[in-house]
């Protein structure tokens, strides 16, 4: 079977801390090529996982982020626990974001995120509702 | 480009070094906004900007960038410093403002990064 699941990394990723942001898109990045992935997969994945993870930070009331390893493919996964996305198409849309001011003088809250994680995935999921959101983003691995 | 083209076209202070002989950038991509530069850019970039946190550092990471340059005089606190030396990243920090340090490094042949790439 294809689709069985190998091994799992999962990250506790708190609300509004900024400091930590990204670290664990990091140890992710470094376990993918510590495995031999090639490098432009590698690079879709970190950027999807990072912008998953600071969107988890920015909007979320903390969550969790998990690499999911199966033999063919990669998927990026976020369940948080609130407060929700209240229109799922706006926020898809590039240029659309709920971020507050001091978000966006970090650098971030563009209204990119969740559109640069459809960009660079093979297939995306997105369910929301006011107890939280989750999010399964899907990278195929390439035949070696 | 090489880094030592950029560096004297920009009178650049190099804060962290990882560079070669053979580290060659093609493209530069200037921005304050993080998502701009994972949405768009190659790794074979220069990232230019004003803002100066740990972000900037990751998002060079998750790229694989060699190296970041921090434009108006923009000095990156010990924690950012700290981030680049981990994941090998080259700082460059210039007096120039931004559109000022674009400008001098495509007038020397550094390209800019289509929308639509």
Do not use: W
Not at chain 1, 64 to 78: R, S
Not at chain 1, 128 to 139: A, H, L, Q
Not at chain 2, 5 to 11: A, C, G, S
Not at chain 2, 35 to 60: E, H, P, Y
């Amino acid at each position: 079977m294809t689709d069985k699941l190998l091994i799992r990394y999962s990250y506790n990723i708190a609300a509004n801390d900024f400091i930590a942001a990204g670290k664990g898109s990091s140890s992710i990045k470094n376990t993918l090529k510590s495995m031999g992935i090639d490098a432009s997969t590698i690079r879709r994945i970190a950027i999807i996982s990072y912008e998953a993870e600071i969107n988890l930070v920015i909007h979320s009331y903390g969550g969790m982020l998990h690499c999911d390893l199966y033999e063919n493919k990669i998927d990026i996964i976020t369940e948080d626990k609130g407060p929700g996305i209240e229109n799922i198409d706006l926020a898809l849309t590039e240029g659309y974001s709920t971020a507050t001011e001091s978000v966006r003088e970090l650098g971030f809250g563009a209204g990119m995120g969740l559109p640069n994680m459809k960009k660079y995935s093979d297939d995306f999921d997105i369910a929301s509702s006011r107890e939280g959101t989750f999010i399964k983003i899907t990278v195929l691995l390439q035949e070696v | 480009m090489k880094i030592k083209e950029i560096k004297e076209i920009l009178n650049a202070e190099v804060i962290t070094d990882f560079s070669n002989e053979n580290t060659d950038i093609k493209y530069g991509f200037a921005s304050d906004l993080m998502s701009d530069a994972l949405a768009l850019v190659k790794s074979d970039s220069l990232l230019i900007t004003g803002l100066n946190n740990s972000q900037v550092i990751r998002t060079a990471e998750m790229l694989d960038m060699s190296t970041v340059l921090f434009v108006r005089g923009k000095r990156p606190c010990p924690d950012v410093v700290s981030l680049a030396l981990e994941n090998q990243v080259t700082i460059l920090s210039t007096e120039y403002t931004m559109f000022k340090a674009c400008s001098l490094l495509a007038i020397n042949g550094m390209e800019g990064i289509e929308a639509d790439d």
